[in-house]
């Protein structure tokens, strides 16, 4: 009965889809895959472009500084381009 209870506990704190990504938790994903030496995710871009403008500027910012992002520069225009909203198949 009491595990019962901390498994549905655990299920109902999972969200049911991929959350929109915050400018906090992916600096702070990108710190755990640094320490742990693996590779940013595929999609990072995508994630960037969830964000707003000024969010996105200073994750930019972070994972340039660290060293976990060394591609082409963005233009300003794509880094000022408006958040883009998360559909529900992504």
Do not use: H, K, N
């Not at 498994?7 to 992916?26: F, K, N, V």
């Not at 710190?31 to 995508?46: K, M, S």
């Not at 910012?61 to 198949?89: H, K, N, T, V």
């Amino acid at each position: 009965m009491i595990a019962l209870m901390i498994l549905s506990a655990a299920l109902a704190a999972e969200p049911a889809g991929q959350a929109a990504p915050t400018r906090d938790g992916l600096i702070r994903d990108a710190t755990q895959r640094l320490l742990y030496g693996e590779p940013l995710p595929a999609d990072i871009d995508d994630q960037l472009m969830r964000l707003s403008p000024p969010d996105r500027i200073e994750v930019l910012i972070f994972l340039r500084r660290s060293g976990m992002l060394a591609g082409p520069a963005w233009s300003i225009e794509r880094l000022l381009e408006p958040a883009r909203p998360q559909g529900p198949a992504q």
